[in-house]
């Protein structure tokens, strides 16, 4: 077992990562109340609920289980209102606890939900999919999307607890496991290139599996580094947006099912990378070398959509700050910096 410690004053928290050990839940987590409220969805629910509820009615808590639909339209603020009333009806009070098991979607929903309800409930995150256990899970950036874009109301809100086994990831589809590599390249492309170029020599899931507990070790430390530094996303925590701006545009412009989360971050990788490398704000041959490892693991290089088509989508987006657009640009493969442009940037 491996732990880090975010260090952010009375917000710290652990983050505690393992195999084998979703059983083991109730001796890691606290409800002062007595009461826990675990919010899950159709597909993880099936597999791993009763095991979190066994653990944590050993330890003598009362737990509610609330399950959703499985996939990003959930994750809408007309969504949170169900578990709202759930919560009252379940008399949760301010010294209970929330568990979001499940991937970004659920620890995006039931964090704003958690973040919201009395004004702040506890809550711990135990995600189950790969991109959420190296990213979405940690940071506490909780969020529900809108119809004019993604993650437009939320929250800083942090767990008190981020509980990761890597073993779940074994139930996880191919395509969950695809767009979990997305997240992982992102970081290898912006703080490390030691793991980027370890994943460019990984040729088979059954290869990075034999990995996984250190490279989620290391995607979170990571993240971990960059919100002590930058909790509430004002600069070195933007570097975590690479892809993002033109791959959320990119999720909107679908309506949120033609491309999932990672694949349309992949597109943005790849796509900011070509416009920089061509202007000369990025080294040579980094372009190549992205879409060659996003290639690798399954992950698409471009959409059939002009730019200008998802111009709306890119002025909406959150990180669009008055007139300026940041953009996250590389120097190079481990080098990241911010970029203040404008939505005609991603013309040229």
């Known amino acids: 077992m491996k732990k880090l410690r975010v260090n952010l004053g009375e917000n710290s928290y652990d983050i505690i990562i393992g195999k084998n050990h979703l059983s083991k839940i109730g001796d890691y987590v606290l409800s002062r109340g007595g009461k826990v409220f675990i919010i899950s969805d159709t597909n993880v629910a099936p597999i791993f609920a009763n095991t979190v509820i066994d653990s944590l009615v050993k330890k003598g808590y009362e737990c509610k289980l609330m399950v959703l639909e499985a996939g990003e339209p959930t994750k809408n603020i007309k969504s949170i209102y169900p578990i709202y009333s759930s919560m009252i009806e379940y008399n949760l009070t301010r010294r209970d606890l929330v568990i979001t098991l499940g991937g970004g979607v659920i620890g995006d929903l039931g964090g704003f939900v958690a973040?919201?309800?009395l004004r702040g409930v506890d809550f711990v995150q135990v995600p189950t999919s790969l991109l959420a256990q190296v990213d979405s899970s940690v940071g506490g950036k909780v969020a529900v999307d809108l119809p004019e874009g993604k993650n437009l109301v939320g929250s800083f809100?942090?767990?008190k607890l981020v509980?990761?086994?890597?073993?779940?990831?074994?139930d996880l589809p191919d395509a969950f496991y695809i767009d979990g590599m997305a997240e992982i390249i992102k970081y290898g492309c912006i703080k490390d290139k030691r793991?980027?170029?370890e994943l460019e020599f990984i040729k088979s899931r059954e290869e990075f599996m034999?990995?996984?507990e250190d490279i989620v070790y290391t995607c979170c430390d990571?993240?971990?580094r960059v919100v002590e530094v930058d909790e509430k996303d004002n600069g070195e925590r933007m570097l975590l947006n690479f892809g993002h701006t033109y791959g959320h545009a990119i999720e909107k412009y679908y309506d949120f099912t033609g491309y999932s989360h990672g694949q349309a971050v992949a597109i943005g990788m790849a796509y900011i990378s070509e416009i920089s490398e061509r202007l000369?704000?990025?080294?040579?041959?980094v372009t190549a070398r992205i879409e060659n490892i996003l290639r690798q693991f399954g992950l698409p290089t471009g959409a059939p959509?002009?730019?200008e088509k998802v111009l709306g989508a890119i002025k909406s987006d959150k990180k669009n700050l008055g007139k300026e657009l940041n953009v996250v640009l590389l120097k190079d493969i481990g080098e990241s910096y911010t970029y203040a442009t404008s939505e005609e940037y991603f013309l040229k």
Do not use: N
Request: hydrophobic share 35%.
């Open 115 to 117: 973040s919201t309800y």
């Open 163 to 170: 509980f990761i086994d890597t073993d779940v990831l074994y």
């Open 280 to 285: 000369g704000q990025t080294a040579k041959g």
């Open 157 to 159: 809100y942090q767990p």
């Open 305 to 307: 959509v002009k730019a």
């Open 222 to 224: 990571i993240k971990r």
């Open 195 to 197: 793991l980027f170029e």
């Open 210 to 212: 034999t990995k996984v």
